[in-house]
Structures are given as structure tokens and as C-alpha cells.
């Protein structure tokens, strides 16, 4: 369900007290016996960081919301959003996330990285406050997570890896055959050093002959 936005809400968020007075707002205006129930939102971004939308995805429980990527990423996809925030309340007034919470946002990251929308941050409020994913560092920890993340991908950063690492290990050898060079030729040390880059004690271990 389309959350319909007054004009103050058509805001560049910038951080996520942002984003809560917003959404703290939106939460009021339910009823109180919706308020008793766990709603999940999508908050849909532009390139520029401002609001384009946002969206009731589901209603669950007291304590339980059903949350599926499909229904997350749609209303996003179809605003041409750039990028998206979660967010979803506790009627209970506890903010600390539960062990579903982080894996549902840990499923949320990397599917919005395959569908380049990626999750900028994951509220959880109620009423009078929030706790922010971001703030506690909480989504950089899950971004690393390679629990949802599919094999072919896996693969994909596995070759991505070898490849760069392969790279840096061709530079340094190169590196070393021109300070090779350089040293049968008398050059002074600090000046392999600064054509190089290589540090002086692996400059003298080289061997010229």
C-alpha cells in the first residue's frame, strides 16, 4: 500500500533521524490497534537521496512480519529507485533486533546487490525511538555475510580476487626486475626506491647475478 507524502516528506535523507521523522509520523497516523501489529516499509530513493515513495509492504503480528524479497524490491523497482531503506516497527517498544531481524536484512543486502538496488540502511522503531543498522554498524558486519549470496556470484568475487591478486603479484615482480636492473648499474638505493616503489630491505635481498 502507497503511503501517500506531504510535501515535507519529499525530503533528501541524510541520515537516519532523517528517515525516523519520517516514518515515526507515518506510524502515528495508523490506528491504535495497527500500531499493536509489525508493518514493514520501503522507503524508495533517487540518485540525489531523496524520497520517491514509500511503501506499506506487509502487516503481520504483534511480534512478526512476513517478509519476502519479491514484495520488498517491486514498488521500488517499478519507481526506478536507486537505492532503498527498511524499515519496520516493534510493537513491544524494543528496539534491539532479533536474530530474524538480522537475517532478513542480511537476505535484503545481497539480494538488493544483485539487483543493484542496494539496502542503505534497515530501521526498527516505535513510537518514541529507533535503532538504525547503519549507526550500529550492524549492515557493514551483514554486507560481508555470504549466506544468501548464490554460488554463481561466490564465484564470480572468488575470480574477481584471483584475478586482482594475480595483478599485484605481476606488478611486484616487475617491480623487482627493473630494481634488479638498476643495482647491476650502481644506481643509488633511494633511488630504486622512489622508481620501484620497493622498500630498501627487499632492494638488498635482490640478487644481481
Same mark, same amino acid.
Given at each position: 500500500?502507497?503511503?501517500? =507524502?506531504?510535501?515535507?516528506?519529499?525530503?533528501?535523507? *541524510?541520515?537516519?533521524?532523517?528517515?525516523?521523522?519520517?516514518?515515526?509520523?507515518?506510524?502515528?497516523?495508523?490506528?491504535?490497534?495497527?500500531?499493536?501489529?509489525?508493518?514493514?516499509?520501503?522507503?524508495?530513493?533517487?540518485?540525489?537521496?531523496?524520497?520517491?515513495?514509500?511503501? =506499506?509492504?506487509?502487516?503481520?503480528?504483534?511480534?512478526?512480519?512476513?517478509? #519476502?524479497?519479491?514484495?520488498?524490491?517491486?514498488?521500488?523497482?517499478?519507481?526506478?529507485?536507486?537505492?532503498?531503506?527498511?524499515?519496520?516497527?516493534?510493537?513491544?517498544?524494543?528496539?534491539?533486533?532479533? @536474530?530474524?531481524?538480522?537475517?532478513?536484512?542480511?537476505?535484503?543486502?545481497?539480494?538488493?546487490?544483485?539487483?543493484?538496488?542496494?539496502?542503505?540502511?534497515?530501521?526498527?522503531?516505535?513510537?518514541?525511538?529507533?535503532?538504525?543498522?547503519?549507526?550500529?554498524?550492524?549492515?557493514? @558486519? =551483514?554486507?560481508?555475510?555470504?549466506?544468501?549470496?548464490?554460488?554463481? #556470484? *561466490?564465484?564470480?568475487?572468488?575470480?574477481?580476487?584471483?584475478?586482482?591478486?594475480? #595483478?599485484?603479484?605481476?606488478?611486484? @615482480?616487475?617491480?623487482?626486475?627493473?630494481?634488479?636492473?638498476?643495482?647491476?648499474?650502481?644506481?643509488?638505493?633511494?633511488?630504486?626506491?622512489?622508481?620501484?616503489? *620497493?622498500?630498501?630491505?627487499?632492494?638488498?635481498?635482490?640478487?644481481?647475478?
Amino acid at each position: 500500500m502507497n503511503i501517500k =507524502l506531504t510535501e515535507s516528506q519529499k525530503i533528501k535523507v *541524510l541520515c537516519s533521524d532523517d528517515i525516523y521523522s519520517i516514518m515515526q509520523r507515518v506510524l502515528m497516523r495508523e490506528n491504535k490497534i495497527d500500531r499493536d501489529r509489525e508493518h514493514l516499509w520501503t522507503i524508495s530513493l533517487d540518485n540525489a537521496s531523496r524520497v520517491l515513495n514509500i511503501e =506499506l509492504v506487509s502487516m503481520g503480528t504483534i511480534n512478526q512480519t512476513l517478509v #519476502e524479497p519479491m514484495e520488498v524490491f517491486s514498488i521500488p523497482l517499478q519507481k526506478r529507485a536507486v537505492k532503498i531503506i527498511v524499515i519496520h516497527n516493534h510493537p513491544s517498544g524494543e528496539i534491539k533486533p532479533s @536474530e530474524e531481524d538480522k537475517d532478513i536484512t542480511d537476505r535484503l543486502i545481497q539480494v538488493g546487490k544483485i539487483m543493484n538496488v542496494p539496502v542503505l540502511d534497515h530501521l526498527i522503531i516505535t513510537e518514541k525511538t529507533f535503532f538504525s543498522f547503519v549507526d550500529s554498524g550492524l549492515l557493514a @558486519e =551483514l554486507a560481508l555475510s555470504t549466506k544468501y549470496v548464490p554460488a554463481y #556470484e *561466490l564465484q564470480k568475487r572468488y575470480e574477481k580476487v584471483a584475478k586482482e591478486e594475480g #595483478e599485484e603479484k605481476g606488478k611486484k @615482480e616487475r617491480s623487482k626486475e627493473i630494481a634488479r636492473s638498476l643495482k647491476r648499474k650502481g644506481i643509488d638505493i633511494e633511488v630504486i626506491v622512489e622508481t620501484t616503489g *620497493l622498500t630498501k630491505s627487499v632492494i638488498a635481498r635482490l640478487k644481481t647475478d
